[in-house]
T-cell receptor, first 112, second 113 residues
Framework: EAQVTQNPRYLITVTGKKLTVTCSQN?????MSWYRQDPGLGLRQIYY???????DKGDVPEGYKVSRKEKRNFPLILESPSPNQTSLYFC???????????FGPGTRLTVT | AQSVAQPEDQVNVAEGNPLTVKCTYSVSGNPYLFWYVQYPNRGLQFLLKYITGDNLVKGSYGFEAEFNKSQTSFHLKKPSALVSDSALYFCAVRERINNRLAFGKGNQVVVIP
């Protein structure tokens, strides 16, 4: 089944403890992206990647890192999480030349 | 930078009545426009897109949207709403000169039986 998977789905952590949220797609898509969803703010793009080893900042990149060493994987790294990074995070992918994105199920992160 | 406005927080409509969800956008140049739907505890699902061509775009589940360049709008419509259409709807815009996607804050649609 063609899909985007994220792990973990739920995570509660403490301020300053490094964490990684994994994202993987099995559709051979070139484009991958991370978003955070907050009430009243909609989705905001954190980082995106046009292909392997090509990443760029979205609208809210501060406090996050990404890497794209393999085409299928696009992990989101929080080096020192803070409470304002408590949010619902979505990973998405799309093939080159297409514009609609396929979204993962989301990761709900709470930083205390 | 591109941006999207979805002016209504919630849209209530009776089952069987027409449904409209409003979206206006701001971009440099010609836009790529999208609508996505989010059901509770789920990721977003693609509904439809405008890239070029006909201003009226048809998508999944009987939805359609009309691109209006002069009004910079891309309103989502459905002729006859179903209770199962109750969900959160997002409009999104992408500028042709970059690869960043901007979403609106979303509209909660409630279809009343």
């Amino acid at each position: 089944e063609a899909q985007v998977t994220q792990n973990p789905r739920y995570l509660i952590t403490v301020t300053g403890k490094k964490l990684t949220v994994t994202c993987s797609q099995n559709m051979n898509h070139e484009y991958m992206s991370w978003y955070r969803q907050d009430p009243g703010l909609g989705l905001r793009q954190i980082y995106y990647s046009m292909n392997v080893e090509v990443t760029d900042k979205g609208d809210v990149p501060e406090g996050y890192k990404v890497s794209r060493k393999e085409k299928r994987n696009f992990p989101l790294i929080l080096e020192s999480p803070s409470p304002n990074q408590t949010s619902l995070y979505f990973c998405a992918s799309s093939p080159a030349g297409s514009y609609e994105q396929y979204f993962g199920p989301g990761t709900r992160l709470t930083v205390t | 930078a591109q941006s999207v406005a979805q002016p209504e927080d919630q849209v209530n409509v009776a089952e069987g009545n027409p449904l409209t969800v409003k979206c206006t956008y701001s971009v440099s140049g010609n836009p790529y426009l999208f609508w996505y739907v989010q059901y509770p505890n789920r990721g977003l699902q693609f509904l439809l897109k405008y890239i070029t061509g006909d201003n009226l775009v048809k998508g999944s589940y009987g939805f359609e949207a009309e691109f209006n360049k002069s009004q910079t709008s891309f309103h989502l419509k459905k002729p006859s709403a179903l209770v199962s259409d109750s969900a959160l709807y997002f409009c999104a815009v992408r500028e042709r000169i970059n690869n960043r996607l901007a979403f609106g804050k979303g509209n909660q649609v409630v279809v009343i039986p």
